[in-house]
């Protein structure tokens, strides 16, 4: 005679324990795609901390009238002011190749450095003054131990005789480090040591800015009419069929529609961020729309009915009872789309914002690059500092990637309305 209390209490055992590894499974998923997450971050953390500090070198030089006039500060060498004075610091360096090795120990940019801290402090002119300027990216990187002094001197990019004028001048006091504010203050330069994302920034923020004027008052109206007021035929099927597929299409083909329309056909100008805001608003609609179409069919829909009882009109009752309700939901989903052109780099390269701008856009319609393409650009560059520099900015990218997300978590927990 079958037992059947007793199969029944093996199948529950057995059913348990399937349940318990079903449990595991999944929480084994989640720990190690969080510890890859944690690698990642955390290795591009390591790398781009460095980036945070930055080297200088103190170099005494001759300011006085005889060399600078103090009526036409213009008319100065401060190339050879700058050569002069790390020679004063170093005689016995005669040849041509150790006064080149000599003067690589400054950033290239250190005359203009001098000519700013006259012009942002003019009582230095008038003898000799102690300026400390930025180093260079070897010895930068040099100072900071990433450079493998064991290696043959040719497989370096500094030499044993740099390296012995480095020593002279840490044990003359003549080196320190300070925060690297060119990093946040500066644009893209050639000379990783001054390069900075603030014109990158300022292009990603003219660029979103330019998205969300277009993208969101467009979304928002396609979708409360498809979801409100349209009708139920072919004509929108087709378009929420269109809708679904935009969503999935590749960033790059937006790009592409940007170059051969907005600049090919009407003659926006090139590389500006008010082409790359059309271009990334045109990517976001339809993740805009079908959020917020989402958001509208998560009201009840007894706030309309209870709306049209009272006499209001459709119209009314969608606008007036409906909308509200539903608008976190949309700000929710602009957010999350706005973040997602963040960090967009395919369609801003074909619209050329990859240019090397320098300056700071001042509007939508200058020159910019923008902050994913910055980092794609320093990624490319042969020189080793460039890679902390890629590394830093890929963490402001983050940071801005996640305060957006949080942005729009707070937004729906803050506005939200149970039934």
């Not at 057995?14 to 318990?20: D, K, L, T």
């Not at 790009?255 to 329309?261: A, D, E, W």
């Not at 690059?369 to 990624?379: G, K, N, R, S, Y």
Request: aromatic residues 8%.
């Amino acid at each position: 005679m079958i037992d059947f209390t007793k199969r029944a209490g093996f199948n529950l055992v057995g059913r348990h324990r399937a349940e318990h590894r079903f449990q595991w499974s999944g929480r084994f998923a989640i720990m190690t795609s969080l510890a890859f997450l944690a690698f990642m971050v955390g290795s591009i953390l390591i790398e781009g901390s460095g980036v945070v500090r930055q080297w200088q070198i103190a170099v005494t030089v001759d300011l006085g009238p005889e060399v600078v006039d103090p009526d036409d500060i213009d008319a100065a060498s401060f190339g050879r002011i700058l050569k002069t004075g790390l020679m004063g610091h170093f005689p016995d360096v005669q040849t041509r190749r150790e006064k080149k090795k000599l003067f690589n120990l400054v950033s290239p940019e250190g005359s203009f450095e001098i000519r700013e801290q006259i012009a942002a402090d003019p009582s230095l002119l008038g003898g000799r003054q102690t300026l400390w300027l930025t180093a260079s990216d070897d010895l930068d990187l040099y100072l900071r131990g990433k450079v493998d002094i064991n290696l043959p001197e040719k497989q370096r990019r500094i030499s044993n005789v740099e390296i012995e004028w480095i020593k002279d001048l840490k044990q003359a006091g003549q080196t320190r480090l300070v925060f690297n504010r060119n990093f946040f203050t500066n644009g893209d330069s050639r000379e990783p040591e001054i390069a900075g994302i603030l014109s990158a920034l300022v292009g990603s923020l003219f660029s979103l800015a330019v998205c969300f004027v277009l993208s969101f008052p467009i979304g928002i109206g396609a979708a409360v009419y498809l979801e409100e007021f349209a009708g139920s035929n072919w004509l929108t099927d087709l378009v929420e069929v269109n809708i679904n597929n935009l969503a999935a299409v590749p960033s790059i083909v937006f790009g592409l529609l940007g170059l051969s329309v907005l600049l090919g056909y009407m003659g926006l100008p090139r590389s500006s961020p008010l082409v790359g805001g059309m271009v990334l608003a045109l990517m976001t609609l339809p993740t805009i729309i079908i959020a917020a179409r989402a958001s509208l069919k998560s009201v009840p829909p007894s706030f309309k009915e209870a709306a049209l009882a009272l006499g209001a009109t459709p119209v009314q009752a969608v606008f007036h009872h409906i909308l509200p309700v539903a608008l976190p939901g949309m700000l929710t989903g602009t957010i999350v789309g706005m973040a997602q052109a963040l960090g967009e780099t395919a369609p801003l390269l074909m619209i050329g914002m990859v240019a090397f701008i320098v300056d700071v856009p001042q509007s939508v319609l200058e020159p910019a690059t923008a902050l994913p393409v910055q980092i794609f650009l320093w990624a490319d560059a042969p020189e080793r500092a460039f890679t902390e520099k890629t590394a830093a900015a890929i963490l402001v990218l983050l940071v801005f990637l996640v305060a957006m997300n949080l942005i729009a978590i707070l937004l729906r927990r803050k506005f939200e309305q149970r039934f």
